[in-house]
């Protein structure tokens, strides 16, 4: 099941589970309070405050480092031993995120003595937390269960739902051929049709009916449909389950009207300050903290090229409205790497890419120049990738709904690069374009700052490179 939070969908059982491990941090620095300074009030009352602020600090530092990881993530594949390497890694940077809070605000400062002993039962916490519900709680408790109104081929991207991932909201208890139309999915996920909808929702335990009919205009039971909504069934059309459950706008069953009228599209004057103001942040912040890493990148170019060799990269790039700009990057490629003049894909171990761009790229290092693009205001931190004029005019003729993706600003990062493989291909254009819409239906700050937060995995474990 997934729940809608702060314009965003989260699923249940993550949601639950976050709130879980707050309680947990918020009890384990209590707790290495009182083994570092003994029983009695004195554990919980500082001589520079109460004890209760610092532990909130705590908590969200460790909550966030462990979303910068990926453990609050839908998408999660590892297991066992890869969990708890993650679950390691979370807690130290949640133990320095804490730290540098309190060097930023003195007044909460606490011994390193409690910061351990708290870190260390943070590690304890969290993998006990997540054995648990691996083993013991039954996520079908937090699960919706679904019937769908329709078997044609409108109802087929539901039955071709099967990884776990895709899964994790929602339990499938068949489909109900519409009248009239013809079957598309496998005969043995049909519900036999000699009840009524209520009452096939009843006999299932329905909690949600999605309407996926081929043609609505032919035999739409409005009237059954009415009596499971008064019945407390919800009734969803497909588009909206299917964006609220795959986190992108399926495009093969999209149409206008869902666009026009739907929720979503914010473009108000303080959303659009909020863009800004987080731009400035961020890339002030990854400026001051790369400035380092930025200075040996260029280093490590002069010297593998020679010191007349160009160390940045400008590239035109289709922007806001349709606008274009100079992209500045790191120069990863030979100097001649696309000396025909012709636009071309990246490759998988593409031959152009020299020894120190095929480190940066695995880095993702190369992509710091663009904030330099972020503060001049062509783009923003987070948004759809800018793609190249060539390879926008022949997507935009070949995809529908292409150009609206520029109805915002590019973005260095953003909710498709977290959630698909890095993109060289019209089809991987297409998948990576679902994913880009549903960013624009459902932008909003605290969605941004989610993206940044799990970009720092992308980050880390160097997915997606290439």
Avoid at 175 to 197: H, K, N, Q
């Amino acid at each position: 099941m997934r729940i809608r939070l702060f314009s965003q969908y989260v699923h249940l059982q993550i949601a639950v589970l976050a709130l879980l491990e707050t309680t947990m941090f918020f009890a384990v620095l209590m707790a290495a309070a009182v083994v570092r300074f003994g029983f009695g009030v004195g554990a919980f009352e500082l001589k520079e405050g109460p004890l209760w602020p610092r532990a909130v600090v705590f908590g969200a530092a460790m909550v966030a480092s462990l979303m910068a990881f990926g453990l609050y993530s839908a998408r999660q594949r590892a297991r066992g031993g890869g969990i708890f390497v993650r679950v390691v890694a979370a807690v130290g940077g949640g133990a320095v995120l804490t730290m540098l809070c309190f060097y930023v605000i003195p007044a909460l400062w606490l011994g390193r003595g409690v910061l351990g002993y708290a870190a260390a039962g943070a590690v304890v916490a969290v993998s006990t937390s997540r054995f648990v519900f691996s083993h013991f709680v039954d996520e079908s408790l937090f699960k919706r269960r679904v019937l769908v109104y329709g078997a044609g081929k409108s109802a087929l991207p539901i039955a071709r739902l099967r990884r776990r991932s895709d899964q994790r909201g929602f339990v499938l208890m068949g489909f109900l051929l519409a009248e009239g139309e013809a079957t598309a999915v496998p005969s043995e996920r049909l519900l036999e049709s000699s009840a009524d909808i209520l009452g096939l929702c009843r006999q299932h335990g329905v909690d949600e009916v999605v309407v996926a009919m081929d043609d609505r205009r032919r035999a739409f039971p409005i009237r059954e449909l009415l009596e499971c909504r008064l019945a407390g069934v919800d009734v969803t059309e497909l588009l909206t389950f299917l964006e609220r459950e795959t986190g992108r706008v399926r495009i093969d069953v999209l149409n206008p009207s869902w666009l026009i009228f739907g929720a979503g599209f914010r473009r108000g004057t303080l959303r659009m300050f909020n863009v800004r103001l987080l731009d400035l942040a961020a890339s002030s912040l990854v400026l001051l903290v790369g400035l380092p890493v930025m200075l040996a990148t260029a280093a490590a170019i002069k010297l593998e090229d020679g010191w007349r060799a160009p160390v940045f990269y400008r590239q035109e790039r289709v922007g806001l409205l349709g606008r274009t700009f100079r992209l500045l990057k790191f120069r990863s490629m030979r100097q001649d790497a696309e000396a025909t003049g012709e636009a071309r894909w990246a490759e998988k171990d593409d031959p152009r890419i020299t020894r120190v761009g095929a480190i940066i790229r695995k880095l993702r290092v190369d992509e710091l120049p663009q904030i330099l693009n972020v503060l001049r205001g062509h783009m923003s931190f987070v948004g759809p990738r800018p793609e190249r004029p060539q390879f926008v005019a022949e997507l935009s003729e070949r995809i529908p709904y292409y150009v609206e993706r520029h109805c915002v600003k590019p973005g260095i990062t953003g909710w498709a690069q977290l959630c698909y493989q890095y993109g060289s291909s019209e089809h991987d254009a297409l998948e990576k374009l679902q994913y880009d819409l549903y960013y624009i239906k459902n932008n909003s700050f605290l969605f941004d700052l989610a993206i940044l937060v799990q970009t720092a995995e992308v980050v880390f474990m160097g997915k997606g490179a290439r």
